[in-house]
């Protein structure tokens, strides 16, 4: 009786999160990549990488050093989206929040980085929004090359705080970048297949919400290099993120009860 009230629950635990999941996946190949701890294959990415970000990094340390991350606080790395909203902390009450952003990274600075980023802290959950890798130049990464970098992130994060799960926000399209929109779809088609295909990792689809009626980007949203997002932006994007995260965690709250109430009531059989 035991073993199939738990896979009864199993299953509702796979289908509800195919249902919070956001966004169409009829084109999406779900596949479970291995991901270890090597970490060799950043070789090719780390001088540039410290390079150009060393000493933001060191900026970020350096807080890491004098300041206190509030308790249950929701991490949130990435690139420049992410160190912009100023008004985070507020945006995402009644969550606390810990903001490490920088630049304009891409996944290749943040895998590099992501053991120096995550390892000092203790998070509730990490949120991740990265929208450099595609930009429509010849140095642009492949949906490829991001799948690899973002489940080495993953994992970087779940090695150092297995009970955390992982947020991917999808890349906003901007009229800064839209000729280059067809091939950050494609980015953003991978990240639903790691989220879906990586345990306690999460899709935040955003797009849908920052396209018109003629599906080109919604300016009003942007500050004037049309690629930032402005105040009623964040006010969107924020509204989706902590969403996510609630729906989220609700659920998981709601599925541990069940699972710890039919195990108590199994024992108490015995």
Sequence with gaps: MRSIVLLCLVIALTISKVWLFQGDSRDSTVRATEVTSDDSFLARYREEAIRRWEKDIKNLEARDATESDPEDAIMFIGSSSIRRWSDIAIDMAPFQTIQRGYGGAKYSDVAVFAKRLLHPHEYRALVIFVGNDVQGKPGDHTPDQVEELVRYIVSVSQRHQSNAPVFLIEVTPTSKRYSAWPAIRKVNARLREIALSTPDTHFIATAEHYLDPERKPRD????????????????????????RITETFKFKSEFEAKAGAAAASESSRK
């Design 220 to 243: 009003e949203l942007f500050v004037r290099d049309r690629l930032h997002l402005n105040e009623a932006g964040y006010d969107q994007w924020a509204a989706l993120i902590r969403r």
